[in-house]
């Protein structure tokens, strides 16, 4: 199965990095080339988008993807993690209530900073953060402007634990999120349970969990859970090209429009558009509009 191409909607479970995720989806599917679209943390379960093969060329435009989570929240404690996981560093006794929880959410839309968790992958000083957090130390994190589009409560489990909707940006903590909004009610809090509900279009309805895959021997079977390279593609216009431009773009040349329109008069282009050529809906390369012309940029193997 090593010519097998594309992305696999993995369903991440709680307790594996998203490193350890990739080995086992290459295992599986016998490929040489994988690579996720986007870390999620070993506490944390969910949707993870795996690209194989030749889809993992296309990894650099998931990862500014739209993510949504659904995160259960412990009210009373601050963590040495933000999460279950860490030591309690901090306490109250005092819970917050219904209409303080949904008040204070809204504070916390749009764009914000946060200070990304102690233990954290970020690098400080070319070292990773929780490199310096084991030793004992402090790591000195920056700020960083990150986007909320969406804040909401969905229900209170019990007086210590709410479960909430988050829609955000790239770069987003959720772990720090939940401890500055547990700060700004005054009670303290961390993450419980982190589940990530969807990356782009990729979403949990149509995941596929380890056991899932586990369950499956039949090579058709496996073959037909891989979605398209262009599923990571969505800005993309699809173009359709003959075999004359498809051979000159494999070998990097740049295509002027009139040899597009000559097959293709309904084409509009415009400066800066971000192209996936194809022939036979087989992805040929990734291209931009450079001036008068169609610039491959990234050339599939397939």
């Known amino acids: 199965m090593n010519l097998i191409h594309g992305w696999v909607n993995f369903d991440k479970p709680k307790g594996i ?6 080995s086992l989806v290459k295992k599986y599917f016998l490929v040489k080339k994988a690579g996720h679209a986007g870390t999620l943390d070993p506490l944390a379960s969910g949707v993870l988008p795996i690209a194989i093969g030749e889809a993992t060329k296309t990894t650099s435009f998931m990862m500014g993807s739209i993510k949504t989570y659904n995160c259960l929240v412990e009210w009373g404690s601050e963590t040495s993690t933000d999460d279950e996981e860490g030591e309690v560093i901090k306490t109250s006794n005092r819970i917050p209530t219904k209409n303080e929880i949904e008040l204070n959410l809204k504070n916390f839309i749009g764009k914000i900073s946060q200070i990304p968790p102690k233990f954290s ?3 400080v000083n070319g070292k990773r953060s929780y490199s310096i957090a084991r030793k004992g130390e402090t790591p000195k994190l920056k700020e960083r402007e ?14 210590n634990h709410a479960l909430i909707f988050i829609k955000c940006s790239k770069g987003t903590y959720v772990r720090s999120l939940v401890r500055d909004l547990g700060r700004k009610l005054g009670v303290f809090a961390h993450v419980k349970d982190l589940r ?9 309805k149509n995941s596929i969990s380890l056991d ?15 979605l ?3 599923s990571a593609l969505e800005e993309f216009i699809k173009l359709e090209v003959n075999l004359n431009i498809e051979q000159k773009l494999v070998n990097g040349v740049k295509i002027p429009f009139n040899e597009i329109l000559k097959f293709d008069e309904k084409v509009k282009f415009r400066k800066n558009m971000m192209i996936l050529a194809r022939i036979k809906k087989k992805p040929v390369a990734l291209c931009i509009i450079d001036n008068s012309e169609i610039k491959p940029f990234r050339v599939f193997n397939i």
């Open 17 to 22: 990095s998203s490193f350890k995720a990739v």
């Open 212 to 226: 899932n895959l586990n369950e499956i021997e039949d090579d058709t079977q496996k073959i037909s859970l891989v």
């Open 196 to 204: 990530r509900s969807s990356v782009g279009n990729f979403n949990e």
């Open 146 to 159: 990150v986007e909320v589009k969406d804040l909401k409560l969905i229900e209170i489990k019990d007086k």
């Open 228 to 230: 398209p390279i262009e």
């Open 121 to 123: 992958a970020i690098k």
